[in-house]
C-alpha cells in the first residue's frame, strides 16, 4: 500500500502498542518512522549521564541543547545514538523509564524536541509518527490521527512481557507514568478532539494495523 505525501500520528499511553503498531504500518505505507518517545528517552539518558538533578531544568534544559541526538526513521531498523553513542538499549532500561517523564516535562525540552521533530517529519515525503502530542501539538495538521490505547490490565500484561517484570509492579508504574504525562502543565498526553479512538485490547498487532490501514484509506 503506497500513498501520495501523508502524515500519520499515533498517539497514546504506554503499553497500548504504539511503537510495535507505528513501525508495521510505516513499513505497510512504504514511510518513514518517528518515534518521539525515542527522543525523549535519549534526552533522558543524556541528563543522568551527566549527573544532573531531575529538579534542575536549566541544567536539564543545558544538556539537552549540548546533546547531540539521531534518531533514525528507517522502520525496518531505527538508530538512536546521543553524541554518537548508540543508546538504542541503553534508553529502555529502568534507569531512564523512572526519569523519562520528568525530563519531558521539562518546557524547553520539549521547545527544542518539538522543533526537531517537525523538522524530520517536514523532509519526509510519508511518514507514520508516535508519541503523546503529535496530533495536538507536534502534527495537528496530520492527514490521520490515532489515539491508541488499551485496557490497563492488558498494557501492563504487555509491559511485563516485554521486561520479564512482576505485573502489579508493572502497572503501578504505568499508572505512575499515565499521571504524569497526563498532568504535566506542557504539552500533556490527551485525545486530540479529531483523533480517532482505537482500543487494541483483545487485538492482535496485524489486526490493528490493518484496523489503521482502513482509517487512513477512508480518509
Known amino acids: ?58 541544567g536539564i534544559t543545558k544538556v539537552v541543547l549540548d546533546a547531540e541526538i539521531a534518531v533514525g526513521i528507517d522502520p525496518a531498523g531505527p538508530l538512536v545514538e546521543v553524541n554518537g553513542t548508540d543508546v538504542a538499549t541503553a534508553i529502555r532500561g529502568p534507569e531512564v523509564t523512572a526519569a523519562v517523564s520528568a525530563v519531558s516535562a521539562v518546557p ?3 521547545q527544542i524536541l518539538v522543533t526537531k521533530q517537525r523538522e524530520m517529519i517536514a523532509d519526509a515525503e510519508r511518514i ?31 509491559r511485563s512481557t516485554e521486561t520479564e517484570a512482576d505485573h502489579h509492579s508493572t502497572a503501578e508504574d504505568l499508572a505512575r507514568r499515565d499521571h504524569l504525562d ?5 504539552d500533556p498526553l490527551r485525545q486530540a478532539p479529531d483523533a480517532l479512538v482505537v482500543d ?12 489503521l490501514k482502513e482509517l487512513l484509506t477512508s480518509r
Not at 510495535?20 to 518517545?37: M, P
Not at 487494541?200 to 484496523?211: A, F, Q, R, Y
Request: proline content about 2%.
Open 182 to 186: 497526563s498532568t504535566r502543565a506542557t
Open 128 to 158: 507514520v509518527v508516535e508519541g503523546r502530542d503529535i496530533g495536538t501539538v507536534v502534527s495537528p495538521e496530520a492527514d490521520l490521527k490515532v489515539y491508541l490505547t488499551a485496557s490497563v490490565t492488558e498494557r501492563a500484561r504487555r
Open 200 to 211: 487494541s485490547t483483545g487485538m492482535d498487532i496485524d489486526e490493528v494495523v490493518g484496523k
Open 108 to 110: 524547553a525540552v520539549r
Open 1 to 58: 500500500m503506497t500513498l501520495a505525501r501523508c502524515v500519520v500520528a499515533v498517539d497514546g499511553p504506554s503499553g497500548s502498542g504504539k511503537s510495535t503498531v507505528s513501525r508495521r504500518l510505516a513499513q505497510a505505507l512504504d514511510a518513514r518512522y518517528l518515534d518521539t518517545g525515542a527522543m525523549y528517552r535519549a534526552a533522558t539518558w543524556a541528563v543522568l549521564q551527566a549527573g544532573v538533578d531531575l529538579g534542575d531544568h536549566e
